[in-house]
């Protein structure tokens, strides 16, 4: 694990993908989200593969993909599954590369925001189904010290738009 690449880790909803793009873009880097790849490899949705095999299975071709795509020696943005950090495998992955030119940044958010974010498209995150809040709540609990434990900055993401944010992850990248 060679490259300098940038991995954005955060709860759905935190805007990973979105800022990622943006980066890399700025960065002059290619873009990768592992959630896209898993859907790509295993030509069906994360949806499909939860109902389907589960979520152990999914995290065991998420784990895959975030092995497959920090070997890469081409400098690239890449944006986590919300649950990449679940695994010790993983976080022992992202802080090994940490040691290695990887930078880690956290796109922390509220479960407020967080909610209001993903209101409309909860459907299609099977993590979410019944009660969005509720699991949100559940969620950032159980992954919040697993994020602060592999990141190497954190970029609050409330309040601000995307632009802001775009903004301070270049500027914590720069910073290095």
Same mark, same amino acid.
Do not use: C
């Given at each position: 694990?060679?490259?300098?690449h940038?991995?954005?880790?955060g709860l759905?909803?935190?805007?990973?993908?979105s800022?990622?793009? #943006? =980066?890399? !873009?700025?960065?002059g880097?290619p873009?990768?989200?592992t959630?896209q $790849? =898993?859907e790509?490899?295993?030509g069906?949705t994360? #949806?499909?593969?939860f109902a389907?095999?589960?979520?152990?299975?999914f995290?065991?071709?998420?784990?895959? =993909?975030?092995v497959?795509?920090?070997?890469?020696? *081409?400098?690239?943005?890449?944006?986590?599954?919300?649950?990449?950090v679940?695994?010790?495998d993983? $976080?022992?992955?992202?802080?090994?590369?940490?040691d290695?030119?990887v930078?880690?940044v956290?796109?922390r958010?509220?479960v407020?925001?967080?909610a209001?974010?993903?209101?409309?498209?909860?459907?299609?995150?099977?993590?979410?189904?019944?009660?969005?809040r509720?699991?949100?709540t *559940?969620?950032d609990e159980r992954? #919040?010290?697993l994020?602060?434990?592999?990141?190497s *900055?954190?970029?609050d993401?409330d309040d601000r738009?995307?632009? !802001? =944010?775009?903004?301070?992850?270049?500027a914590?990248?720069?910073?290095?």
């Amino acid at each position: 694990m060679s490259a300098d690449h940038l991995v954005l880790v955060g709860l759905m909803g935190s805007g990973k993908s979105s800022v990622g793009r #943006r =980066v890399a !873009d700025a960065l002059g880097r290619p873009f990768v989200d592992t959630d896209q $790849r =898993v859907e790509r490899r295993e030509g069906r949705t994360i #949806r499909d593969i939860f109902a389907t095999d589960g979520e152990a299975v999914f995290r065991d071709i998420e784990s895959s =993909v975030l092995v497959d795509v920090l070997s890469s020696t *081409e400098p690239a943005v890449i944006a986590t599954g919300g649950g990449i950090v679940t695994r010790s495998d993983n $976080r022992d992955l992202l802080a090994e590369g940490r040691d290695s030119g990887v930078h880690v940044v956290w796109l922390r958010a509220t479960v407020d925001t967080l909610a209001a974010r993903l209101a409309a498209g909860a459907s299609r995150r099977p993590l979410l189904d019944g009660d969005v809040r509720g699991r949100l709540t *559940e969620l950032d609990e159980r992954r #919040r010290d697993l994020y602060g434990a592999v990141a190497s *900055e954190v970029v609050d993401v409330d309040d601000r738009t995307l632009d !802001d =944010v775009v903004s301070a992850v270049l500027a914590a990248t720069e910073s290095r």
